[in-house]
């Protein structure tokens, strides 16, 4: 589940850098428009520069929180590898003398 929030999240913020970067492309009076609903409502260079750096910052937020949570998961996972390899060791000691006791009788 989190790996697929992370892969929309990173979608999230490419489209947004790419954004970003077709805006230093622009010239300064070049006319910048934001679909709002149906409408397409004219807006200001660098309004929509912040807005879509504000954006950025929001996900890459996003981002962190949900590599967190992956990185908590794989730890935890981990731990019940190792958990459960011990106990695999353990049932194989005890098989082995329960063997042991079997030949001794």
Same mark, same amino acid.
């Given at each position: 589940k989190h790996y697929?929030?992370?892969?929309?999240?990173m979608t999230q913020l490419n489209e947004n850098e790419g954004v970003?970067?077709?805006f230093g492309l622009?010239?300064?009076d070049a006319q910048i428009f934001k679909l709002v609903g149906p409408v397409l409502v004219k807006q200001d260079? /660098?309004?929509? &520069?912040a807005n879509v750096e504000k954006r950025i910052?929001?996900?890459?937020? =996003?981002? $962190? /929180?949900v590599e &967190?949570?992956?990185?908590?998961?794989?730890?935890?996972?981990g731990k019940? =590898?190792? $958990?459960?390899?011990?106990?695999?060791?353990?049932y194989n000691e005890q098989q082995a003398q329960a063997q042991q006791a079997e030949l001794l009788q």
């Open positions: 697929v929030n992370r892969e929309q999240i970003l970067k077709e622009l010239e300064g260079l /660098d309004d929509s &520069k910052t929001y996900i890459k937020g =996003q981002l $962190e /929180d &967190k949570l992956i990185k908590e998961g794989e730890e935890a996972v019940k =590898q190792e $958990e459960a390899a011990a106990l695999q060791n353990r």
